[in-house]
C-alpha cells in the first residue's frame, strides 16, 4: 500500500486499467446476452475499432512519444479518439520543397543535402544581432533600398509602429521596381492582422499569400505552422532569426518584460538559398543551381512536415560530438526523448551543458511544461537558466565552435510540425553569438525546482504526456 500513490502517476497503470474496464464490461454483458445484446455488440464494435486505429498508429512512421500520446488518447475517448487521430493525421501534398543538385558533399553538408535539398554556400558578410531593434532597422534600410524584389516570411505580422515602418520601405522598394512578395501564416498572425491591412500591402503592389488562414471550421492541416522568419533582397542579403514582424520584438510594447531576441543577416550567395526556401513555399516546390563556395561557407537548411527534415538529427550529431559547451537559447523547452538523451549523455560526459528559458512567459501553459521537461534534464547536470529581464524568444544553439541560427525551437512543434529554417556557421559569428550568451547567463537566475505536491507532479506527468500533440 505504501507504494500505492506512486503507481498512480504510472501510465502503463491506467492503460491496463482502461483496458481491464473494456474487458469486464464485456464479460458482464455476454452473461446476459439476450437482454444487452445490442449494447455488446456495439462495445465490441467500439473495441475492434480502437484496435484497429492503434495498429494503424503503430506501424505509422513518427515519434515514440507523439505515438504514445496519441494512444492515451484513443484509449481513452473510443471511436471519437480515433476519428480525430484520423482526421489530424492527414496529409497534404508536399510543399516547400527546394532541391539543389550538388555532388561531392560530405558530413553535414552532405546530410542536408539528402534531407532538405540545400547545399553549403559562400557568404561574403554575415552580422549577428542581440537584440530585434538591431535586426529590424538594418533589414527595414535594406527592404527599402530594394531594386529587385523583397520576399517577406513570418509567423506573425502585427499591425503596430514596426508594420508601419516595414510598410513605407515596401513603398519605397515598389517605387524602386521591386516585385514584393508575403507570406505570413494563418494561425500565428489571426487577429494580429486584418484584411483591410493586407488590402493596403495589395494596393503597394505587394502580393500577399495566408499559409493555412484560421477557418471557421477545424482543418487537419492547421496543426502544421508555417514558423519561418525570412527576409531576401534582391537575392544578395537575407535576414532569418528568432524575431516576427511585431512591436514587441523591438520592444515597443513588449507586456513580459524585455523581450530578448536574435537575428541575422547574411549577405552573398547563401542569401539566395534563402531566397530559394521562400520560393519553395510560395510555388510548393522550387529548383536551382549549386551555389558557390568560397573561403567562408556556412549551411542554410530546413524543415518542411512531413516530408523534409534534418534539424533535429542535425541538433543531435552537434551535440553528441561538443567536447566543451552546449549553449542553448529557447522561449520552449519541450525536446523529444532522443534529443534529450543527447543532451543529458553530453552533460554526464562532463559538457558544459546551459539552457536559458525566460523568466517571464507569454504562454503559462508552455512554461510548465518547459519546467516539467528541465526538471528531469537537471538530474542527468544539464543546467537550466532563467532569463531574469524578462522574455527570451532568441532560438540558438551552440556547440563548441558551431551555433545553429534560425526560428526553431526546442520543443516538438519545431521539429516535427513546423516549416521552419535556419542556418549553420563557423568561426567569427560563434564567438559573437557566445558573447551574448554570457552576456544573457550574466542576467539570468538558475531554476528552482522546490518541492512539487502530487498534485503539481500528476499535472506535471499529464503535460509531458500531451505536449508532443500541441
Known amino acids: 500500500m505504501r507504494n500505492s500513490p506512486k503507481i498512480l502517476f504510472k501510465p502503463n497503470f491506467w492503460i491496463l486499467v482502461l483496458i481491464a474496464a473494456q474487458v469486464a464490461a464485456i464479460v458482464f454483458l455476454c452473461l446476459y446476452l439476450p437482454v444487452f445484446l445490442p449494447i455488446t455488440v456495439a462495445l465490441a464494435a467500439t473495441w475492434a475499432f480502437t484496435a484497429a486505429t492503434s495498429l494503424v498508429l503503430l ?62 554556400a559562400e557568404y561574403l558578410d554575415a552580422r549577428y544581432f542581440s537584440s530585434g531593434t538591431k535586426f529590424w532597422n538594418l533589414a527595414v534600410a535594406e527592404i527599402a533600398n530594394a531594386k529587385k524584389s523583397v520576399n517577406i516570411e513570418f509567423f506573425i505580422i502585427g499591425r503596430g509602429h514596426l508594420l508601419t515602418s516595414v510598410v513605407n520601405a515596401l513603398e519605397q522598394a515598389r517605387n524602386n521596381g521591386a516585385e514584393v512578395n508575403i507570406i505570413c501564416d494563418g494561425v500565428g498572425s489571426a487577429f494580429r492582422i486584418s484584411r483591410r491591412d493586407v488590402k493596403k500591402l495589395e494596393r503597394l503592389g505587394a502580393k500577399v499569400k495566408v499559409f493555412h488562414r484560421l477557418p471557421p471550421f477545424p482543418r487537419a492541416n492547421i496543426n502544421l505552422r508555417d514558423h519561418r522568419k525570412i527576409i531576401t533582397v534582391d537575392g544578395r542579403v537575407a535576414f532569418t532569426g528568432g524575431v516576427n514582424l511585431a512591436d514587441e520584438y523591438i520592444n515597443i510594447d513588449s507586456p513580459y518584460g524585455f523581450w530578448k531576441d536574435t537575428g541575422l543577416a547574411i549577405y552573398g550567395e547563401a542569401a539566395k538559398i534563402f531566397e530559394g526556401m521562400f520560393l519553395a513555399m510560395w510555388h510548393g516546390h ?11 561557407n556556412c549551411l542554410p537548411f530546413y524543415d518542411s512536415p512531413y516530408y523534409r527534415s534534418f534539424c533535429e538529427d542535425a541538433f543531435i550529431s552537434s551535440i553528441c560530438a561538443a567536447k566543451e559547451r552546449v549553449h542553448v537559447f529557447t522561449p520552449y523547452f ?52 532563467e532569463y531574469a529581464p524578462g522574455f527570451m524568444h532568441a532560438k540558438t544553439l551552440i556547440c563548441d565552435d558551431k551555433v545553429f541560427l534560425g526560428s526553431y525551437n526546442f520543443d516538438f512543434r519545431s521539429t516535427h510540425f513546423n516549416y521552419e529554417c535556419g542556418v549553420v556557421f563557423e568561426g567569427k559569428i560563434c564567438d559573437e553569438v557566445e558573447r551574448d550568451f554570457q552576456d544573457s547567463l550574466a542576467l539570468s537566475v538558475e531554476m528552482q525546482d522546490g518541492k512539487l505536491s502530487r498534485l503539481k507532479r500528476l499535472s506535471n506527468f499529464v503535460l509531458r504526456l500531451f505536449a508532443p500533440l500541441v
Open 286 to 296: 522550387y529548383e536551382m543551381p549549386a551555389p558557390k563556395q568560397g573561403e567562408k
Open 59 to 120: 506501424i505509422k512512421e513518427g515519434s515514440p512519444e507523439v505515438k504514445c500520446a496519441w494512444f492515451v488518447v484513443i484509449a481513452t475517448l473510443p471511436v471519437a479518439g480515433a476519428l480525430i487521430y484520423f482526421f489530424a493525421s492527414v496529409k497534404k501534398k508536399p510543399q516547400g520543397i527546394l532541391k539543389i543538385d550538388c555532388n561531392g558533399l560530405v558530413g553535414l553538408s552532405r546530410a542536408a543535402n539528402l534531407s532538405c535539398g540545400t547545399a553549403p
Open 334 to 385: 519541450c525536446a523529444s526523448d532522443k534529443l534529450a538523451a543527447a543532451l543529458a549523455f553530453t552533460a554526464k560526459r562532463g559538457v558544459d551543458v546551459s539552457v536559458i528559458i525566460p523568466h517571464i512567459p507569454d504562454k503559462k501553459y508552455a512554461f510548465e511544461v518547459s519546467k516539467a521537461f528541465a526538471g528531469q534534464m537537471k538530474k542527468s547536470g544539464v543546467k537550466f537558466y
